[in-house]
């Protein structure tokens, strides 16, 4: 089962409302999704079937009053149950992630920091989550030091003006 993961935009917002109502007991409205997209457009992304159907998605943001040490957080992800176990999650989680380091500088730990008892509608608990991404900040130095010495490597976002 091939998934492609892609940046999400403005036409992908009723989809990724629907993903949510199949998938999650906590629900938003449309306002949640385009705040999402016009505020950190760079941040979300969608996991699409064979046939473009989103079947996954990961919706992100910066911490807008935080001034010494920036940090993103993941506000919602999803995968249909029937691309479950498929890895699909992860690699959201990941594109997200590093979206995060190449744009903005993120230094994100996931690790549980907080629990909200009975949050969610169906009596599920929320996890207040952080992730650590030296990892990514070593993959960015690697691709910053590639770039001045004239040589090819990958752009996951939109940072330094040289798509080529």
Not at 40 to 60: C, H, M, N, T
Not at 83 to 105: D, P, T, W, Y
Not at 106 to 123: M, R
Request: proline residues 2%; contains cysteine.
């Amino acid at each position: 089962m091939s998934v492609n993961i892609r940046c999400a935009t403005t036409d992908d917002l009723l989809n990724i409302q629907h993903c949510n109502l199949q998938c999650l007991p906590e629900n938003y409205q449309m306002k949640y999704y385009l705040y999402h997209a016009l505020s950190w457009p760079q941040l979300s992304y969608v996991a699409e079937d064979e046939k473009g159907r989103i079947v996954g998605y990961v919706l992100a943001k910066m911490e807008e009053d935080c001034e010494d040490n920036p940090h993103g957080h993941i506000t919602s992800l999803a995968v249909k149950r029937s691309h479950r176990r498929l890895g699909i999650a992860q690699k959201l989680m990941n594109q997200a992630s590093r979206a995060m380091v190449e744009c903005f500088g993120a230094n994100l730990q996931f690790e549980v920091s907080e629990v909200e008892p009975k949050y969610y509608a169906d009596g599920e608990d929320a996890y207040a989550m952080k992730r650590d991404l030296t990892s990514f900040h070593h993959e960015k130095a690697l691709r910053d030091r590639a770039h001045k010495e004239g040589n090819v490597h990958t752009h996951l976002g939109r940072c330094c003006g040289d798509h080529s």
